[in-house]
């Protein structure tokens, strides 16, 4: 099972928005909404903030939102704030009942 | 407060074993599936291995498939990857992670602080 692709790094400022992409295939993204979101600061475990594609787990502020299209997954935080500084992973369930998980994108906040 | 603590990570030689294990707090245990994911040293998220919450129906990824053995005691609230024939490539910080529910071990909500694993000679 290959990763999801993602893109190795995005920035924004604080207060801008910017959005993060995952792309898989038709046996994974394309056909599961079991899209999941992590946020990493170095040197934590990950915290779950998108799931089911769209969905916010409580205490998880509204400025981050999830969305699909076809086999793409998007992950858009916005009004930019330094906190949000972490490396950000997508995962999916796949046809072949296990998960995949995308490279990873860090985010830098200028 | 959930609370999840792995143990059993350590220094192993090639070709040998390590039984991992995470105790559950907090929750009810038997309710939830549960995961382990790990990650190698500066790089990236990768899934392990995924449990329903009776513990009958385990999941695995094709690189750990036939070598790793994920269980769970849900009278200790605890659970296991008995890990065997390890190679370089198994080294990584290795994450007990809780689903949302008892089948939804593809979503993560709590994860523990990880054990380090490192295979060399």
């Known amino acids: 099972q290959s990763a999801l692709t993602q893109p190795p790094s995005v920035s924004g400022s604080p207060g801008q928005s910017v959005t993060i992409s995952c792309t898989g295939t038709s046996s994974d993204v394309g056909t599961y909404n079991r899209v999941s979101w992590y946020q990493q600061p170095p040197g934590t475990a990950p915290k779950l903030m998108i799931y089911?594609?769209?969905n916010r787990p409580s205490g998880v502020p509204d400025r981050f939102s999830g969305s699909k299209s076809g086999n793409t997954a998007s992950l858009t935080i916005s009004g930019l704030q330094t906190e949000d500084e972490a490396d950000y992973y997508c995962?999916?369930?796949?046809?072949?009942?296990?998960?995949?998980f995308g490279g990873g994108t860090k985010l830098t906040v200028l | 407060e959930v609370q999840l603590l792995e143990s059993g990570g350590g220094l192993v030689q090639p070709g040998g074993s390590l039984r991992l294990s995470c105790a559950a707090s907090g929750f009810s245990f038997s309710s939830y599936a549960m995961s382990w994911v790990r990650q190698a040293p500066g790089k990236g998220l990768k899934w392990v291995s995924g449990?329903?919450?009776?513990?009958?129906?385990?999941y695995y990824a094709d690189s750990v498939k036939g070598r790793f053995t994920i269980s769970r005691d849900n009278s200790k609230n605890t659970l296991y990857l008995q890990m065997n024939s390890l190679t370089a490539e198994d080294t990584a910080v290795y994450y007990c992670a809780k689903a949302m529910g008892g089948s939804s071990w593809h979503k993560s909500d709590y994860w523990g602080q990880g054990t380090l694993v490192t295979v060399s000679s």
């Open positions: 449990v329903s919450s009776g513990g009958s129906n385990t």
């Open positions: 089911e594609v769209s």
């Open positions: 995962s999916s369930y796949t046809s072949s009942s296990t998960l995949v």
